[in-house]
């Protein structure tokens, strides 16, 4: 929480309210499902790879991104 507030700078961000937690369930479902029998480490790779996609998109919808300059 505190790394997303000074990120984009709005104390009110929250992993939840921003849908970084949202993007890590569904890494985690969507790598168990592919990969039936995993073990937690392929579970933790798709969770945050689920994790920075979500703040991904977010940055890049906000303009912070490398297309949004800012």
């Known amino acids: 929480g ?3 507030q000074g990120l984009l ?3 009110l961000a929250a992993p939840d ?3 970084t937690s949202t ?3 569904l890494g985690a ?3 168990v499902y592919w990969l039936a029998f995993t073990g937690t480490a392929a ?3 798709g969770a945050m790879t689920g994790a920075v996609l979500a703040l991904g998109a977010l940055l890049l ?3 912070r991104g490398p297309i949004g300059g800012g």
């Open 17 to 19: 309210i921003l849908g």
């Open 2 to 4: 505190a790394a997303l």
């Open 61 to 63: 919808l906000a303009g």
């Open 9 to 11: 700078r709005n104390p």
């Open 23 to 25: 993007g890590a369930a």
């Open 29 to 31: 479902v969507v790598t």
């Open 43 to 45: 579970l933790t790779v």
